[in-house]
């Protein structure tokens, strides 16, 4: 129940103010009052508008364009309250980030509402001082100056997502400003008898291949470049937040250690970067162009051994037909699966399209053969020339293996 009372507000515009309530005398006054205290909602938001574009001219912030006029002074009154979001809640979030260092997650997930664990632990993991995250702001906040672009960011208000969305570019910056340690030691120990260069050089300093995980995975180092965040991204390789390094893990799908230093450094020298490899063996390999490339066609195996997985390692129609015609093939999710009593065909498929067996799959194979070998087997004679009964023909392969002894028992 309410209704609108006409006024005259302090600018001197008539408006409206909506009262909500029963005690009709008591809301007049309250609307008297505020027409008499407030502007109206026109001037109020010229007002809001003109104090964030002072606000933005003492920051040294880019004024905010658009050709539609109220979309620049609508995102210019949502820049300043993300401005205020972050002035706000910065200190509180930064001291949130420092005890998520000390407490276990589950304490502070339950204490630190609105920000939740997932956004602070990301930001620690970052290591960035807070000054440093409100440079990553300022420098977004001089990015980003078309009007259209914060009116869509009107959704940041809430603090949990303007951290979150804060977090992507504070990510960037950071990915950007890692120097690894060994790109920082380069000038003074550099190991000469393992750096390559391409004829034409044209990045500076070297990517590093180094051995990360026990072996168990190959790290490149670099500081940020376009070029080689392709080369990494191509070749399959992933960006570590904890380890700040793009690796390939080594395992049996993926080759060795020195088969793939040798095939992405190779890349890498296209691209004209110097590379600095682990092994001489892997130079020697890029020399003579042999090394084995990446095997992509797998056959697996479901962990109960049942099922034999085919992995396409590719988008291709025609290998995708080949393998849904096995008897039984059914596609899941990233692969396709058939019994493994079809081994047959798999074996099949596999050796005319040039597919490899993983040890899974080599294992589920041989106690599927061990199976089948468990089997009585039948000798089949090419002609049946007279009916027996089942008695009959079972004294006859009883009679033939006493033969059978007999015959062993003279060779001794
Ligand atoms: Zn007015």
Redesign the pocket.
Known sequence: MGKYVTGK?T???TGDIYINGWNAKELREYAQERFHTE??P??KKNEKYEAAVRHAQALKLPDLVNDDEETRVNGTIIREKLIATFIHEAKPFYRKVREAYSYNGDALAATCWPFCYATLSRYFNLGMTLPEIEAVFLEVLHRYVDAGYWIKMSRMVNANSFWTWLYNFCADKAAEEYVPESVKEEEEEKTIELLVRPEDIEKDGSVVIVSIRDGRGIGFKYEYDNDFISVMKTNDCKWSTEERIWYLPINERNGSFDDRAADIGSKLLKKGFAVEFTDAGQIAMIESGEWNPKQKRWVGASPDGKYLRITLGERNDNLYESAKSITGAKWEDGYIRILVKHYRQVEDFASSLEFKFDQAAQNAIAKQREKEDAIPVAKVKGKVTKTITVKEALEQKKYKKNDAIIEDLKDD
């Open positions: 507000f600018c001197g515009h502007v109206c026109c001037c």
